[in-house]
């Protein structure tokens, strides 16, 4: 029954089974050429998605370089906005952390496609999450490689985090393929440096089991946040799927460390007794209490989600007090179209959800917020048909003041159009700062900007637009695309799930890092927009 309650949701959501899983993926349009039949999907967390190139072939080789060797370092830029690609390839689903004993030192995290061209016209794909690091406060920036002597052949969902004593921590799935069409279930990894981010150490934190289809546990969506001289936590989600993989439960589990990411502890449940439980985010407050925030999908028939809270033991990562139920998400399966059994918007085929983050601040140790985004003002029900819908997707927030045991009633941040994947911070002034993707610059609501807002009063925010050119993913997308509509060509199915900012420590500094869609990019002769980790600094 759970399979088929929620396997439309798991797709539109990744919270289960939406992870790397590699399918072949046949659809009414194809990504290049008008094929309907694509290669493998090796892609990172994308079930179901068009390949990035036709003709896809999973590369064995791990393609990294020696530890502590920049792989390739950007130009030097003093833009407002800079690309911290220095590979060609595609980069999405993007994480940043600033190093609090260094500010001009920071780590971003991205999902990296290694894409190449063999002689024969074969291409080959490989996925290897990479540490983009700057020591120059964002003006130039090298990839370095996480794990050279790791066995995994793929790795993604990247969240990356500096202890108070300068050392990052960097978590990714794990994947090892098994056949030319499937994988294992991932496990949970966590890198850590003590060098501002160039070399790297590997450890499993979880072990998943079985694969697609099989009896087993799936981990997805694990975070990681960190504090003092060497403690870090790590939280994921566990599904527990039973005979021909039906989906039995989805609970949240944390595991913590206490050396600096030498070892961790053994996982701990601490999503009490909810069991639909999905996308889970830590935060450490001011005076060093750690929370948990995740959705839970508390109406199977609407399919609408809850967010919740959680308080967990520092020492051990164990559930000390809640899950406190933060607020209702308008999010359920008639409240967004629908794109290959995802959700999405207007005139569009990438998928999102209305999942956000939990973010504490540092001038109060009782105030909480949690920041998310639903569709409580668009028109409802959502016609199915994105290219027939007019949607009005919105920021919401709701906060606390007594260490996460009430919420103040979830407000939706005023904007015209579509805002989507927020994720919050709090300044060192305790002002409240929201990034988000956002449509409310176009009347067409098509073209996406990355925007900043900042709390202003209880419930008033003020936008400021982060980025200095706007994307398209309605269209004329070079990596995950399709054409449904005519009118709208190789629109873009896949953006990532996530990007987010941070705050430099004692600051009011706000680093912003996200999926741009502004330049070109060409491989095998075509050449459409690319999707690069772009990043800015706004004070």
């Not at 759970?2 to 949701?9: A, F, G, K, S």
Request: hydrophobic share 40%.
């Amino acid at each position: 029954m759970r399979l088929m309650i929620r396997r439309p949701r798991a797709l539109v959501l990744a919270a289960a089974v939406a992870t790397t899983i590699p399918l072949l993926f046949s659809a009414p349009a194809a990504a290049d050429g008008g094929e309907l039949t694509q290669p493998v999907d090796f892609t990172h967390n994308v079930l179901d998605e068009p390949a990035p190139v036709t003709g896809g072939v999973f590369g064995n080789g791990n393609g990294q370089t020696t530890s502590g060797t920049a792989i390739c370092t950007t130009p030097t830029s003093t833009a407002a906005n800079v690309n911290t690609d220095c590979e060609p390839n595609l980069h999405n689903e993007t994480s940043i952390a600033v190093n609090p004993t260094n500010p001009a030192n920071m780590i971003g995290g991205a999902n990296d496609y290694q894409l190449g061209l063999n002689p024969g016209g074969h291409v080959t794909e490989t996925i290897l999450s990479r540490a983009h690091v700057t020591v120059d406060g964002g003006r130039t920036w090298s990839e370095y490689p996480l794990n050279t002597d790791s066995a995994y052949q793929a790795t993604g969902d990247p969240a990356v985090a500096f202890d108070a004593a300068g050392h990052a921590y960097y978590a990714t799935l794990g994947f090892r393929f098994v056949g030319p069409t499937s994988a294992q279930n991932p496990d949970v990894l966590v890198s850590d440096s003590g060098d501002g981010g160039k070399t790297w150490r590997n450890r499993r934190v979880a072990t998943g089991s079985g694969n697609f289809g099989s009896v087993g546990d799936l981990l997805d969506k694990e975070y990681v946040a960190a504090w003092g001289n060497g403690n870090a936590i790590v939280t994921f989600g566990d599904f527990r799927l039973g005979q021909k993989g039906v989906i039995l439960s989805g609970r949240i589990f944390a595991s913590v460390t206490h050396d600096s990411g030498t070892t961790w502890s053994t996982p701990t449940l601490i999503s009490g007794s909810l069991d639909q439980a999905f996308v889970s985010i830590p935060v450490v407050a001011a005076d060093g209490r750690v929370y948990v925030a995740f959705l839970n999908t508390d109406d199977l028939t609407t399919g609408r989600d809850s967010y919740y809270v959680v308080e967990v033991s520092a020492a051990t990562g164990a559930r000390v007090a809640g899950p406190f139920r933060v607020a209702g998400v308008i999010d359920g399966f008639t409240d967004y179209p629908i794109a290959f059994g995802r959700q999405t918007y207007q005139d569009s085929l990438f998928r999102s959800w209305a999942a956000g983050n939990i973010t504490a601040d540092p001038t109060n140790p009782a105030h909480l917020a949690v920041v998310f985004s639903d569709m409580r003002n668009s028109t409802l029900p959502a016609p199915t048909n994105p290219y027939q819908a007019v949607t009005n997707s919105d920021v919401i927030v709701s906060q606390s003041v007594d260490r996460g045991r009430t919420w103040s009633p979830a407000v939706a941040v005023p904007r015209p159009n579509d805002q989507f994947m927020p994720w919050g911070a709090f300044d060192a002034s305790g002002r409240l700062r929201i990034g988000t993707f956002d449509r409310g610059t176009d009347p067409a609501n098509h073209r996406y900007d990355y925007s900043l807002a900042t709390q202003t009063g209880p419930a008033s925010f003020s936008f400021a637009t982060v980025s200095t050119a706007s994307s398209d993913p309605t269209r004329d997308d070079r990596w995950f695309a399709a054409t449904v509509d005519p009118r709208f060509p190789f629109a873009t199915t896949f953006l990532g799930d996530y990007s987010n900012i941070a705050v430099v420590p004692g600051t009011t500094r706000v680093l912003a890092y996200w999926t741009d869609m502004r330049e070109t990019a060409c491989f095998a002769g075509a050449c459409r927009h690319g999707e690069d980790a772009f990043f800015a600094s706004v004070g």
